[in-house]
């Protein structure tokens, strides 16, 4: 009779296994890409906060370069052979998955029974193969021509919380570019220093190369802007609004000092 017991419990956790994806998430290397089964870690929790977020339609225009400071150097740009149509361009929010090699997908979220994820074949070509390979089995962000159910990868970038996409979809942001009011050239390095009016909170944030800046996830509300760089006059803004949702567009004209203003011939 214990036996027969002992078996019975035997199978009947086998089953659990199955039903629940447990025991499936164990690592394979293949010619040194680390890839997993089909089956998702992702929590019930996230697999629901992604299944919101896929079909929530402002998805679509967040901007890749203006998502977050955090995001620096996990960017990449994927070139889309003949891609003309930018309404073709979809978003999604996933787990990158692999089950062969070379071969990838974007798990958009869990059944609820049988742990099976609801897969979104990714392609790029063959070069890009090993740079999409790193963001696999993280969680990420993924644009691109979308076709037959499948994916031409634009842009993908990595997500490090579900929060960040949450409040990109429902907070503002400002961005600009700074330049020189006279040449209009960019001004890089140029110190940028947001201020909630309402809250008094402070932001920080500095021009890039070609002179752009942005401050993202703001809740709703007034800001006050102030720019600095050596050899320039202050530049200031008394108030810049933010709305959910939208990006306010605040550029930044430097002026430099009258005592250095080069003579007009």
Same mark, same amino acid.
């Given at each position: =009779?214990?036996?027969?017991?002992?078996?019975? $419990?035997?199978?009947? =956790?086998?089953? #659990?296994?199955?039903?629940?994806?447990?025991?499936?998430?164990?690592?394979?290397?293949?010619?040194?890409?680390?890839?997993?089964?089909?089956?998702?870690?992702?929590?019930? &929790?996230?697999?629901?906060?992604?299944? #919101?977020?896929?079909? &929530?339609?402002? $998805?679509?225009?967040?901007?890749?370069? +203006?998502?977050?400071? !955090?995001?620096?150097?996990?960017?990449?740009?994927?070139?889309?052979?003949?891609?003309?149509?930018?309404?073709? $361009?979809?978003?999604?929010?996933? =787990?990158?998955?692999?089950?062969?090699?070379? +071969?990838?997908? $974007?798990?958009?979220? +869990?059944?609820?029974?049988? /742990?099976?994820?609801?897969?979104?074949?990714?392609?790029?070509?063959? #070069?890009?193969?090993?740079?999409?390979?790193?963001?696999?089995? /993280? /969680?990420?962000?993924?644009?691109?021509?979308?076709?037959?159910?499948?994916?031409?990868?634009? %842009?993908? =970038?990595?997500?490090?919380?579900?929060?960040?996409?949450?409040?990109?979809?429902?907070?503002?942001?400002?961005?600009?570019? #700074?330049? &020189?009011?006279?040449?209009?050239?960019?001004?890089?390095?140029?110190?940028?220093?947001?201020?909630?009016?309402?809250?008094?909170?402070?932001?920080? !944030?500095?021009?890039?190369?070609?002179?752009?800046?942005?401050? @993202?996830?703001?809740?709703?509300?007034?800001?006050?802007?102030?720019?600095?760089?050596?050899?320039?006059?202050?530049?200031?803004?008394?108030?810049?609004?933010?709305?959910?949702?939208? /990006? @306010? +567009?605040?550029?930044?004209? %430097?002026?430099?000092?009258?005592? *250095? *203003?080069?003579?007009?011939?």
């Amino acid at each position: =009779m214990k036996k027969k017991i002992s078996i019975t $419990l035997a199978l009947l =956790m086998a089953l #659990a296994m199955t039903l629940t994806g447990c025991g499936s998430s164990t690592p394979l290397t293949t010619t040194g890409i680390s890839t997993k089964s089909a089956s998702s870690d992702l929590s019930g &929790n996230e697999a629901m906060a992604i299944r #919101a977020i896929n079909a &929530n339609p402002d $998805l679509e225009g967040i901007d890749f370069e +203006e998502a977050d400071l !955090a995001f620096d150097g996990n960017l990449d740009a994927y070139a889309v052979a003949g891609l003309s149509d930018i309404w073709k $361009l979809k978003t999604r929010i996933g =787990m990158v998955r692999s089950t062969s090699d070379g +071969e990838f997908y $974007l798990a958009t979220h +869990e059944g609820f029974i049988f /742990k099976k994820d609801v897969d979104l074949p990714l392609f790029t070509d063959e #070069a890009k193969t090993l740079k999409l390979s790193k963001y696999l089995n /993280k /969680k990420a962000l993924v644009r691109g021509e979308l076709s037959g159910g499948k994916m031409t990868v634009s %842009l993908i =970038m990595w997500v490090p919380d579900l929060s960040v996409i949450t409040d990109l979809l429902s907070k503002g942001r400002i961005a600009g570019k #700074a330049y &020189n009011d006279v040449t209009k050239a960019a001004v890089a390095d140029s110190d940028v220093k947001l201020t909630s009016i309402e809250t008094k909170k402070i932001y920080r !944030a500095r021009s890039d190369k070609s002179g752009k800046y942005h401050f @993202s996830r703001l809740a709703a509300g007034n800001y006050a802007l102030e720019a600095s760089k050596a050899g320039y006059a202050r530049f200031q803004v008394a108030s810049i609004s933010v709305k959910a949702r939208k /990006k @306010s +567009e605040q550029h930044i004209a %430097l002026a430099a000092p009258a005592a *250095i *203003i080069p003579p007009t011939l």
